[in-house]
């Protein structure tokens, strides 16, 4: 007697292995308000505006959880108030940035990113984030591993990774941070996730190439930026990574 055939409709299906495109975005440059001259933020802004870019940089620090201080809320309001169009992107480096949300989202932050080092309710603050309708990042200092925020990746718009120790501009990159990057980089593509990845510290025209190449498509230049004696050139070999 021959061997019983089962019909293709009625085996289990064929199970193919699916290679997800990595996840890519544009670059961009988002030059950082630090680097700028502080008697004309204003000006430094403008500047910004007038190269046809689209973010500005504001790192907020309170003293404590970084050695510094800068800017406020209502820096971010008179930037407004002056008539900047562009997407702020506020770093909270503080050590209590729940209690700060609400204030620099009614200044015109149009995307907030706090650290995850400090002890509070990250989701918390990443839910209220974006119930005032801002984006929601998080952010990693060098010696924090990308699995401190594993858990959150589904909430947040966007995943900042500190190339160097967070505080004072004009510090050397951190070639160590490469793997990170791909580790975050890996997790979006396999999850298939949106968030952009962002890096801040040291950054030029030298290890940008090596950031992008790690999966990064936002990238933080403070002081190599604002020095630049060619500003649009600067600006569009960011805009060809």
Not at 76 to 97: C, I, N, Q, W, Y
Not at 128 to 151: M, Q
Request: aromatic share 8%.
């Amino acid at each position: 007697m021959p061997p019983r055939v089962t019909p293709r409709s009625r085996l289990a299906p064929r199970l193919i292995p699916v290679s997800l495109p990595p996840v890519t975005h544009a670059p961009i440059l988002a030059p950082s308000l630090l680097a700028g001259d502080h008697a004309h933020l204003a000006s430094s802004s403008a500047m910004v505006e007038h190269l046809g870019l689209s973010w500005l940089h504001v790192d907020i620090m309170d003293g404590h959880f970084v050695p510094n201080l800068t800017f406020g809320s209502e820096t971010v309001a008179a930037l407004r108030r002056h008539g900047s169009k562009l997407f702020f992107d506020t770093h909270l480096m503080l050590s209590e940035p729940q209690h700060y949300i609400e204030a620099f989202a009614r200044a015109g932050s149009d995307q907030i990113s706090i650290h995850i080092e400090p002890a509070y309710d990250h989701a918390a603050a990443l839910t209220r984030i974006r119930s005032l309708g801002s984006k929601a990042g998080l952010v990693l200092n060098p010696d924090t591993p990308a699995s401190a925020i594993e858990p959150f990746l589904e909430q947040v718009d966007l995943v900042l990774v500190m190339t160097v120790q967070p505080g004072f501009g004009g510090q050397p990159f951190r070639t160590d941070m490469l793997a990170k990057l791909t580790q975050l980089s890996t997790w979006r593509r396999e999850r298939n996730l949106s968030f952009r990845l962002e890096v801040d510290g040291g950054i030029d025209l030298t290890n940008a190439p090596l950031c992008r190449a790690a999966g990064a498509d936002t990238f933080v230049a403070g002081t190599s930026f604002f020095k630049a004696a060619d500003k649009p050139a600067f600006a569009a070999t960011f805009a060809r990574l």
